[in-house]
């Protein structure tokens, strides 16, 4: 993959204060609470951010499911949460986080297409503003 993703936590790479979204509420289309931004995948070619690590479920870190989420579902930000474009029953179903898959563009193209949305290594793709508001 020519885009390689790394953690965030795992580079020399800061982000803003006020841009950094980890540790927030992430809020399906309907308002539900789905859990909490626990990282963040960057881009190290473009240096933009493309997935969201969400934490949700378990106690303690026991028995919590980590899926994650394109940038692209984010449809507004605010001081508390993340709001995404996806019901909470569709982001349950979303293949999980693997560490190990996170440079592997077939299971990044099968994450996309299950949201919906385009490779952001394909010709034409643009890059949300962020944030912005659907």
């Given amino acids: 993959m020519d885009n390689e993703l790394v953690p965030l936590q795992d580079t020399d790479r800061t982000v803003a204060e006020d841009d950094d979204i980890r540790g ?3 809020r399906d289309a309907d308002g539900e609470d789905v859990g909490k931004v626990e ?3 960057i881009d190290t070619t473009e240096n ?3 997935f969201l690590v969400v934490a949700s479920g378990g106690f303690l870190g026991l028995g919590e499911h980590k899926s994650y989420i394109p940038v692209d ?3 507004g930000v605010d001081d508390d949460e993340v709001r995404v474009d ?3 029953e569709h982001l349950a179903g979303a293949p999980g986080y693997d560490p190990e898959l996170i440079n ?3 299971y990044n193209e099968s994450v996309l297409g299950y949201y919906g949305y385009t490779p952001f290594w ?3 793709y643009v890059y949300p503003a962020f944030p912005y508001y659907r």
């Fill in 24 to 26: 927030r509420t992430v």
């Fill in 39 to 41: 990282g963040l995948l």
């Fill in 48 to 50: 933009k951010v493309r």
């Fill in 73 to 75: 579902a984010v449809t």
């Fill in 86 to 88: 996806q019901s909470r």
């Fill in 104 to 106: 592997d563009r077939e």
């Fill in 122 to 124: 394909a010709a034409g």
